[in-house]
């Protein structure tokens, strides 16, 4: 019997981050000025090595900015960053690409109104991640980030929440009926970016019906490690890999895995995906 593979619906690069790469990569092919990004474009270490080849460079400290000569461009990546930071790059005297996600864009406009109409702004997210950090800029800073809401005992009475692009469903849930008990005025804004939910929706459905499931993208990558979650739950034999070459042989050769699942996080590439299947069709089962 030869091997199945499924490959989920909604795989690989979103909108924004497809928007960034080629906006990007397009912009570089004019060599008008050197092109540098704010940090890795995408959460993709093949994708960065790549645009490295391209001579499109990150700057990974932000103290490195300041190395940035009048002529250059600097890309601001799908994630967005905060006012104070895009302050110090106009300083510098180079060009501005603004490759920030619309969807992102929007949810930073939020956060700037209400904190400006005193609302207290509460981020569902993870307080690390460059998207959170972002949006927070946009409220002075101001923000109470919280992963589901648990640790929120006390609130001011106007309360704004918002939520990271990437997170889960249930994590906004359980924060919304928090904040809801502790606030009397709520403005609530499901900012669930749906590319996320239904990459997510296709991953969890393929995840029940396979022997074995891999999940494609950069260990960086919050929203390629919660495919993994959510594929982990469903299936036993889930595997993360960043591309082909993580791919273990005893894998790719075990006869008992004759139906395979396929999901790519946000960051990953079409050509990874690609070579990941490749490889998984050239060890047929038996
Ligand atoms: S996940 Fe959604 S919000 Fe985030 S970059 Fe992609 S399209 Fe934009």
């Known amino acids: 019997m030869s091997r199945q593979i499924i490959v989920a619906e909604n795989a690989g ?7 960034a790469v080629d906006m990007t990569v397009e912009y570089n092919k004019k060599k008008e000025s050197r092109v540098y990004t704010l940090g890795p474009l995408i959460h993709n270490d093949d994708v960065v090595k790549s645009l490295e080849e391209e001579c499109i460079f990150r700057i990974d400290n932000i103290e490195d900015i300041a190395k940035l000569k009048p002529g250059d461009t600097i890309v601001i990546r799908s994630h967005g960053t905060t006012p104070d930071i895009i302050e110090r790059l106009k300083q510098t005297g180079a060009k501005l690409m603004d490759a920030t996600c619309p969807y992102v864009s929007s949810i930073q406009r939020k956060a700037r109104k209400y904190y400006g109409e005193g609302y207290q702004i509460v981020i569902v997210g993870d307080p690390n991640h460059p998207e959170v950090v972002g ?4 409220c002075n800073n101001t923000a109470l980030v919280t992963r589901d809401g648990s640790e929120l005992k006390e ?5 704004c929440v918002l939520s990271q692009t990437t997170e889960k469903q249930s994590y906004y849930e359980k924060t919304l009926e928090a904040v809801s008990r502790l606030a009397e005025d709520v403005l609530a804004f499901n900012t669930i970016c749906s590319a996320t939910g239904e990459r997510q929706g296709s991953a969890d459905e393929v995840s029940k019906r ?3 499931m891999i999940v494609i993208g950069g260990k960086q ?5 919660k495919l993994y979650e959510i594929c982990s739950a469903n299936c036993k034999n889930t595997l993360l890999v960043e591309n082909v070459n993580e791919l273990p042989e005893w894998i790719v050769t075990n006869p008992d895995f004759k139906v395979i699942g396929v999901t790519a996080g946000a960051s990953t590439p079409d050509w990874v995906i690609a070579e990941v299947i490749n490889k998984l069709k050239s060890g047929n089962a038996e």
Not at 13 to 19: E, L, P, Q, T, Y
């Open 135 to 138: 949006i927070n800029g946009w």
């Open 13 to 19: 690069f979103c909108f924004g981050v497809k928007r």
């Open 155 to 159: 609130l001011p009475q106007k309360v």
């Open 210 to 212: 396979v022997d074995l």
């Open 221 to 225: 990558s919050s929203n390629t490690r």
